[in-house]
Protein backbone atom coordinates (compact mmCIF):
# COMPACT_ATOMS: atom_id res chain seq x y z
CA UNK A 1 0.00 0.00 0.00
CA UNK A 2 2.79 2.37 0.90
CA UNK A 3 4.18 1.81 -2.59
CA UNK A 4 1.16 2.26 -4.40
CA UNK A 5 0.51 5.64 -2.63
CA UNK A 6 4.00 6.57 -3.17
CA UNK A 7 3.77 6.14 -7.32
CA UNK A 8 0.18 8.00 -6.73
CA UNK A 9 1.60 10.88 -4.91
CA UNK A 10 4.59 10.85 -7.79
CA UNK A 11 2.14 10.71 -10.82
CA UNK A 12 0.06 13.66 -8.91
CA UNK A 13 2.96 15.75 -8.95
CA UNK A 14 3.95 15.39 -12.07
CA UNK A 15 0.69 16.19 -13.35
CA UNK A 16 0.35 18.93 -11.80
CA UNK A 17 3.78 20.35 -12.93
CA UNK A 18 2.75 18.87 -16.81
CA UNK A 19 -1.14 21.36 -16.16
CA UNK A 20 1.52 24.17 -14.89
CA UNK A 21 4.03 24.09 -18.03
CA UNK A 22 0.14 23.10 -20.01
CA UNK A 23 -0.82 27.33 -18.40
CA UNK A 24 2.69 28.71 -19.51
CA UNK A 25 2.77 27.60 -23.11
CA UNK A 26 -0.77 28.90 -23.64
CA UNK A 27 -1.90 25.26 -24.46
CA UNK A 28 -5.87 25.32 -24.36
CA UNK A 29 -8.57 22.79 -25.57
CA UNK A 30 -12.29 23.53 -26.51
CA UNK A 31 -14.37 21.78 -24.37
CA UNK A 32 -17.12 21.92 -27.31
CA UNK A 33 -14.75 20.07 -29.47
CA UNK A 34 -14.01 17.64 -26.43
CA UNK A 35 -17.86 17.11 -25.77
CA UNK A 36 -18.94 16.84 -29.57
CA UNK A 37 -19.82 14.03 -31.08
CA UNK A 38 -19.53 13.16 -35.36
CA UNK A 39 -23.36 13.02 -35.30
CA UNK A 40 -24.06 16.16 -32.61
CA UNK A 41 -22.35 19.77 -32.31
CA UNK A 42 -22.50 19.90 -27.65
CA UNK A 43 -23.45 23.95 -28.42
CA UNK A 44 -26.03 23.33 -30.81
CA UNK A 45 -27.35 20.40 -29.40
CA UNK A 46 -27.94 22.91 -26.30
CA UNK A 47 -29.27 25.97 -28.21
CA UNK A 48 -32.58 25.92 -27.91
CA UNK A 49 -32.12 25.38 -23.98
CA UNK A 50 -33.84 28.34 -21.77
CA UNK A 51 -34.08 28.07 -17.92
CA UNK A 52 -36.97 27.58 -15.73
CA UNK A 53 -39.31 30.95 -16.15
CA UNK A 54 -39.65 31.06 -12.33
CA UNK A 55 -35.89 31.14 -11.74
CA UNK A 56 -35.24 34.70 -10.73
CA UNK A 57 -38.19 34.40 -8.37
CA UNK A 58 -37.17 31.24 -6.88
CA UNK A 59 -33.70 32.21 -6.30
CA UNK A 60 -34.18 35.11 -4.82
CA UNK A 61 -36.66 33.16 -2.18
CA UNK A 62 -33.46 30.88 -1.54
CA UNK A 63 -31.34 33.24 -1.26
CA UNK A 64 -33.87 34.61 1.48
CA UNK A 65 -34.30 31.07 3.05
CA UNK A 66 -30.83 30.18 2.94
CA UNK A 67 -29.95 33.98 4.88
CA UNK A 68 -32.85 33.12 7.61
CA UNK A 69 -30.85 29.74 8.20
CA UNK A 70 -27.50 31.07 8.19
CA UNK A 71 -26.05 28.90 5.45
CA UNK A 72 -25.55 31.25 2.38
CA UNK A 73 -22.09 31.92 1.34
CA UNK A 74 -21.27 35.30 0.11
CA UNK A 75 -18.59 33.52 -2.36
CA UNK A 76 -20.28 31.61 -4.51
CA UNK A 77 -23.39 31.03 -3.03
CA UNK A 78 -25.03 33.27 -6.08
CA UNK A 79 -22.90 31.21 -8.61
CA UNK A 80 -24.22 27.20 -7.39
CA UNK A 81 -27.82 28.17 -6.80
CA UNK A 82 -28.06 29.60 -10.43
CA UNK A 83 -27.82 25.87 -11.52
CA UNK A 84 -31.31 25.77 -9.69
CA UNK A 85 -33.47 27.44 -13.01
CA UNK A 86 -31.09 25.16 -15.61
CA UNK A 87 -31.58 21.51 -13.60
CA UNK A 88 -35.03 22.21 -13.46
CA UNK A 89 -36.43 24.02 -16.59
CA UNK A 90 -39.84 21.94 -16.78
CA UNK A 91 -41.05 22.66 -12.90
CA UNK A 92 -44.80 23.75 -13.79
CA UNK A 93 -45.34 26.38 -10.61
CA UNK A 94 -42.76 29.07 -8.73
CA UNK A 95 -42.83 27.11 -5.53
CA UNK A 96 -42.40 23.92 -6.82
CA UNK A 97 -39.15 25.79 -8.46
CA UNK A 98 -38.19 27.46 -4.91
CA UNK A 99 -38.70 24.32 -3.10
CA UNK A 100 -36.28 22.18 -5.22
CA UNK A 101 -33.80 25.38 -4.93
CA UNK A 102 -33.69 25.16 -1.35
CA UNK A 103 -32.91 21.31 -1.62
CA UNK A 104 -29.95 22.19 -4.38
CA UNK A 105 -29.10 25.35 -1.71
CA UNK A 106 -28.48 23.14 1.00
CA UNK A 107 -26.64 20.79 -0.91
CA UNK A 108 -24.21 23.10 -2.27
CA UNK A 109 -23.41 24.73 0.76
CA UNK A 110 -22.76 21.27 2.30
CA UNK A 111 -20.67 20.65 -0.70
CA UNK A 112 -19.02 23.87 -0.85
CA UNK A 113 -17.71 23.80 3.57
CA UNK A 114 -17.22 20.28 3.98
CA UNK A 115 -17.74 18.44 1.47
CA UNK A 116 -15.13 15.90 -0.62
CA UNK A 117 -13.28 17.97 -2.11
CA UNK A 118 -13.24 20.83 1.08
CA UNK A 119 -12.70 17.81 3.70
CA UNK A 120 -8.88 16.73 3.62
CA UNK A 121 -7.92 20.81 4.57
CA UNK A 122 -10.37 20.37 7.60
CA UNK A 123 -8.88 20.26 11.22
CA UNK A 124 -9.10 16.93 12.78
CA UNK A 125 -12.10 18.07 14.56
CA UNK A 126 -13.43 19.41 11.85
CA UNK A 127 -13.71 16.35 9.70
CA UNK A 128 -15.66 14.69 13.04
CA UNK A 129 -17.74 17.38 13.02
CA UNK A 130 -18.55 17.30 9.39
CA UNK A 131 -19.21 13.63 9.50
CA UNK A 132 -21.62 13.99 12.41
CA UNK A 133 -23.54 16.77 10.51
CA UNK A 134 -23.47 14.39 7.65
CA UNK A 135 -24.81 11.77 9.81
CA UNK A 136 -27.45 13.75 11.41
CA UNK A 137 -29.11 14.98 8.44
CA UNK A 138 -28.92 11.37 7.57
CA UNK A 139 -31.28 10.51 10.04
CA UNK A 140 -33.55 13.22 9.54
CA UNK A 141 -33.79 11.82 6.02
CA UNK A 142 -35.32 8.80 7.66
CA UNK A 143 -37.01 9.85 10.87
CA UNK A 144 -38.17 13.33 9.08
CA UNK A 145 -37.79 15.16 12.24
CA UNK A 146 -34.61 17.06 13.56
CA UNK A 147 -32.69 16.23 16.95
CA UNK A 148 -33.88 17.96 20.46
CA UNK A 149 -30.91 20.45 19.75
CA UNK A 150 -31.36 21.18 15.50
CA UNK A 151 -27.75 23.34 14.16
CA UNK A 152 -28.82 26.05 11.70
CA UNK A 153 -28.73 23.58 8.34
CA UNK A 154 -30.76 20.88 10.50
CA UNK A 155 -33.56 23.49 11.03
CA UNK A 156 -33.08 24.49 7.33
CA UNK A 157 -33.19 20.63 5.97
CA UNK A 158 -36.35 20.37 8.69
CA UNK A 159 -38.30 23.30 6.90
CA UNK A 160 -37.42 21.87 3.61
CA UNK A 161 -38.93 18.56 4.25
CA UNK A 162 -42.63 19.99 5.80
CA UNK A 163 -42.37 21.94 2.48
CA UNK A 164 -41.52 19.16 -0.03
CA UNK A 165 -43.90 16.61 1.90
CA UNK A 166 -46.67 18.51 1.95
CA UNK A 167 -46.52 19.04 -2.24
CA UNK A 168 -45.20 15.10 -2.85
CA UNK A 169 -46.30 11.62 -3.85
CA UNK A 170 -45.58 9.65 -0.99
CA UNK A 171 -43.96 6.76 -2.73
CA UNK A 172 -42.00 9.10 -4.52
CA UNK A 173 -41.03 10.73 -1.24
CA UNK A 174 -39.82 7.68 -0.09
CA UNK A 175 -37.55 6.98 -2.89
CA UNK A 176 -36.46 10.14 -3.22
CA UNK A 177 -35.13 10.50 0.50
CA UNK A 178 -33.66 7.39 0.19
CA UNK A 179 -31.45 8.19 -2.68
CA UNK A 180 -30.54 11.20 -0.97
CA UNK A 181 -29.40 9.62 2.20
CA UNK A 182 -27.15 7.35 0.09
CA UNK A 183 -25.84 10.54 -1.55
CA UNK A 184 -24.58 12.13 1.55
CA UNK A 185 -23.36 8.91 2.57
CA UNK A 186 -20.52 9.36 -0.39
CA UNK A 187 -20.35 12.91 -0.52
CA UNK A 188 -19.37 14.43 3.22
CA UNK A 189 -16.27 12.81 3.40
CA UNK A 190 -12.91 12.22 2.15
CA UNK A 191 -12.70 10.41 -1.29
CA UNK A 192 -9.51 11.48 -2.18
CA UNK A 193 -6.83 8.22 -3.16
CA UNK A 194 -4.98 8.87 0.31
CA UNK A 195 -7.72 8.80 2.37
CA UNK A 196 -9.40 6.13 0.82
CA UNK A 197 -6.78 4.26 0.46
CA UNK A 198 -6.92 2.45 -2.79
CA UNK A 199 -7.04 3.57 -5.92
CA UNK A 200 -10.29 3.25 -7.98
CA UNK A 201 -10.92 1.65 -11.27
CA UNK A 202 -12.47 3.57 -13.57
CA UNK A 203 -15.60 2.09 -13.93
CA UNK A 204 -16.00 1.81 -9.92
CA UNK A 205 -14.96 5.20 -10.12
CA UNK A 206 -17.72 6.27 -12.46
CA UNK A 207 -20.18 4.62 -10.69
CA UNK A 208 -19.33 5.87 -7.03
CA UNK A 209 -19.08 9.50 -8.64
CA UNK A 210 -22.45 9.09 -10.13
CA UNK A 211 -23.63 9.03 -6.24
CA UNK A 212 -21.77 11.79 -5.05
CA UNK A 213 -23.21 14.43 -7.61
CA UNK A 214 -26.44 13.81 -6.33
CA UNK A 215 -27.62 13.84 -9.60
CA UNK A 216 -29.96 10.83 -8.32
CA UNK A 217 -31.92 12.81 -6.52
CA UNK A 218 -31.47 16.01 -9.01
CA UNK A 219 -33.67 13.83 -11.56
CA UNK A 220 -36.25 12.43 -9.40
CA UNK A 221 -36.83 16.29 -8.53
CA UNK A 222 -37.90 16.71 -12.32
CA UNK A 223 -40.80 14.52 -11.46
CA UNK A 224 -41.47 17.00 -8.11
CA UNK A 225 -41.30 19.87 -10.57
CA UNK A 226 -43.53 18.35 -12.95
CA UNK A 227 -46.45 16.88 -9.87
CA UNK A 228 -46.22 14.06 -12.56
CA UNK A 229 -44.32 10.61 -11.47
CA UNK A 230 -43.44 8.07 -13.58
CA UNK A 231 -45.56 4.99 -13.58
CA UNK A 232 -42.79 2.53 -13.66
CA UNK A 233 -45.36 -0.47 -13.74
CA UNK A 234 -46.67 0.35 -17.05
CA UNK A 235 -43.40 1.65 -18.67
CA UNK A 236 -42.26 -2.22 -17.41
CA UNK A 237 -45.23 -3.77 -18.65
CA UNK A 238 -44.43 -1.59 -22.19
CA UNK A 239 -40.91 -3.11 -22.09
CA UNK A 240 -39.31 0.26 -21.76
CA UNK A 241 -38.11 -0.13 -18.07
CA UNK A 242 -34.74 -0.95 -18.78
CA UNK A 243 -33.89 1.40 -21.06
CA UNK A 244 -35.52 4.49 -19.32
CA UNK A 245 -33.33 3.48 -16.15
CA UNK A 246 -30.31 3.80 -18.39
CA UNK A 247 -31.06 6.74 -19.58
CA UNK A 248 -30.93 7.94 -15.76
CA UNK A 249 -28.03 6.46 -15.45
CA UNK A 250 -26.68 8.03 -18.54
CA UNK A 251 -27.95 10.98 -17.36
CA UNK A 252 -25.97 10.94 -13.83
CA UNK A 253 -22.70 10.14 -15.62
CA UNK A 254 -22.91 13.19 -18.05
CA UNK A 255 -23.72 15.25 -15.79
CA UNK A 256 -21.06 13.87 -12.96
CA UNK A 257 -18.20 13.19 -15.61
CA UNK A 258 -18.82 16.76 -17.97
CA UNK A 259 -18.85 18.33 -14.49
CA UNK A 260 -15.39 16.63 -13.54
CA UNK A 261 -13.78 18.28 -16.56
CA UNK A 262 -15.16 21.81 -16.28
CA UNK A 263 -14.23 21.59 -12.66
CA UNK A 264 -10.64 19.65 -12.68
CA UNK A 265 -9.08 22.99 -12.21
CA UNK A 266 -10.85 23.90 -8.95
CA UNK A 267 -11.02 20.87 -8.15
CA UNK A 268 -7.61 19.42 -8.70
CA UNK A 269 -5.32 22.30 -9.25
CA UNK A 270 -6.34 24.60 -6.55
CA UNK A 271 -8.27 22.29 -4.14
CA UNK A 272 -5.34 19.45 -4.66
CA UNK A 273 -8.07 16.70 -4.71
CA UNK A 274 -7.86 13.50 -6.59
CA UNK A 275 -11.44 12.00 -6.92
CA UNK A 276 -11.92 13.96 -10.56
CA UNK A 277 -12.49 11.56 -13.86
CA UNK A 278 -8.83 12.81 -14.92
CA UNK A 279 -6.51 12.18 -12.59
CA UNK A 280 -8.58 8.51 -12.15
CA UNK A 281 -7.71 8.23 -16.12
CA UNK A 282 -4.20 8.84 -15.34
CA UNK A 283 -3.66 7.18 -12.24
CA UNK A 284 -5.26 3.80 -14.03
CA UNK A 285 -3.03 4.85 -17.36
CA UNK A 286 0.35 4.32 -17.05
CA UNK A 287 2.70 6.26 -18.94
CA UNK A 288 -0.41 8.49 -19.60
CA UNK A 289 0.36 12.45 -19.53
CA UNK A 290 -2.42 15.16 -18.68
CA UNK A 291 -3.21 15.40 -22.36
CA UNK A 292 -4.00 11.96 -22.82
CA UNK A 293 -6.36 11.88 -19.21
CA UNK A 294 -8.01 14.90 -20.95
CA UNK A 295 -8.58 13.51 -24.29
CA UNK A 296 -9.42 10.16 -22.13
CA UNK A 297 -11.84 11.69 -19.99
CA UNK A 298 -13.45 13.68 -22.55
CA UNK A 299 -13.80 10.16 -24.88
CA UNK A 300 -16.29 8.46 -21.94
CA UNK A 301 -18.20 11.67 -21.80
CA UNK A 302 -18.95 11.23 -25.62
CA UNK A 303 -19.57 8.14 -25.15
CA UNK A 304 -22.04 8.34 -22.92
CA UNK A 305 -23.89 11.01 -24.89
CA UNK A 306 -24.04 8.85 -27.79
CA UNK A 307 -25.80 6.53 -26.02
CA UNK A 308 -28.12 8.93 -24.83
CA UNK A 309 -29.07 10.25 -28.33
CA UNK A 310 -29.44 7.18 -29.44
CA UNK A 311 -31.12 5.69 -26.63
CA UNK A 312 -33.63 8.77 -26.00
CA UNK A 313 -34.74 8.38 -29.97
CA UNK A 314 -35.75 4.85 -29.46
CA UNK A 315 -38.06 5.13 -26.11
CA UNK A 316 -39.34 8.31 -28.04
CA UNK A 317 -40.14 5.87 -31.30
CA UNK A 318 -41.34 3.06 -29.14
CA UNK A 319 -44.33 5.31 -27.58
CA UNK A 320 -44.68 7.57 -30.90
CA UNK A 321 -48.25 7.88 -32.04
CA UNK A 322 -49.55 4.88 -29.76
CA UNK A 323 -52.69 5.51 -27.16
CA UNK A 324 -50.29 3.74 -24.38
CA UNK A 325 -51.53 5.23 -20.89
CA UNK A 326 -47.44 5.98 -20.07
CA UNK A 327 -46.81 7.62 -23.37
CA UNK A 328 -47.15 11.21 -21.84
CA UNK A 329 -45.26 10.87 -18.65
CA UNK A 330 -42.55 8.56 -20.40
CA UNK A 331 -42.31 11.67 -23.34
CA UNK A 332 -42.60 14.16 -20.63
CA UNK A 333 -39.58 12.90 -18.57
CA UNK A 334 -37.66 12.15 -21.52
CA UNK A 335 -37.94 16.09 -21.82
CA UNK A 336 -36.76 16.50 -17.99
CA UNK A 337 -33.53 13.95 -18.53
CA UNK A 338 -32.34 15.96 -22.42
CA UNK A 339 -33.08 19.17 -19.84
CA UNK A 340 -30.43 17.97 -17.19
CA UNK A 341 -27.86 16.63 -20.09
CA UNK A 342 -28.30 20.31 -21.74
CA UNK A 343 -28.39 21.97 -18.81
CA UNK A 344 -25.27 19.91 -17.61
CA UNK A 345 -23.32 21.67 -20.66
CA UNK A 346 -25.45 25.58 -20.59
CA UNK A 347 -25.08 26.23 -16.81
CA UNK A 348 -21.49 25.60 -16.95
CA UNK A 349 -20.54 27.59 -20.09
CA UNK A 350 -22.31 30.60 -17.93
CA UNK A 351 -21.64 30.04 -14.44
CA UNK A 352 -18.52 32.20 -13.14
CA UNK A 353 -18.08 29.45 -10.74
CA UNK A 354 -15.11 27.33 -13.09
CA UNK A 355 -13.66 30.85 -15.00
CA UNK A 356 -10.23 31.55 -13.96
CA UNK A 357 -6.82 30.41 -15.91
CA UNK A 358 -7.35 27.72 -17.26
CA UNK A 359 -6.39 24.89 -20.27
CA UNK A 360 -10.14 24.96 -21.50
CA UNK A 361 -11.06 27.55 -23.48
CA UNK A 362 -14.65 28.15 -22.74
CA UNK A 363 -13.33 28.24 -19.17
CA UNK A 364 -10.31 30.69 -19.60
CA UNK A 365 -11.29 34.33 -17.77
CA UNK A 366 -7.83 35.58 -16.79
MG1 LIG B 1 -16.92 19.03 -9.73
Given at each position: ??????????????????????????????????????????????????????????????????????????????????????????????????????????????????????????????????????????????????????????????????????????????????????????????????????????????????????????????????????????????????????????????????????????ECIADGADFNLIPVWLLNTPGATLSDAVHGSARIVRDR??????????????????????????????????????????????????????????????
Amino acid sequence: MVSEQTTVETALVAMRSEYDALVDQGERWSLRTLFSTPDRDIDDYCRDFRPNRFGEYALAEVENFCRRHRIWLDSGGAHYNSMTPYLHPNAVTADRMTIIGIFNAILFWLNDTVGREKFAHLSAAEQLRAAHTAGRLRDMLETRSPAADPTPEEVATAEFLDLLARDAEPAWLDQFLGSTAEHLRTAIRDQNTDARGDLLSVTDYIDLRSEVSGMYPAIAMCEFGRDDYLPWDLVRADGQDEKLRRLRKLTAEIGALMNDVFSFEKECIADGADFNLIPVWLLNTPGATLSDAVHGSARIVRDRLTEFYLLSDQVLAAYADTDLPAAESVAAHLRDLVGCVQATWAWQIVTPRYKGVSIFEENHAA
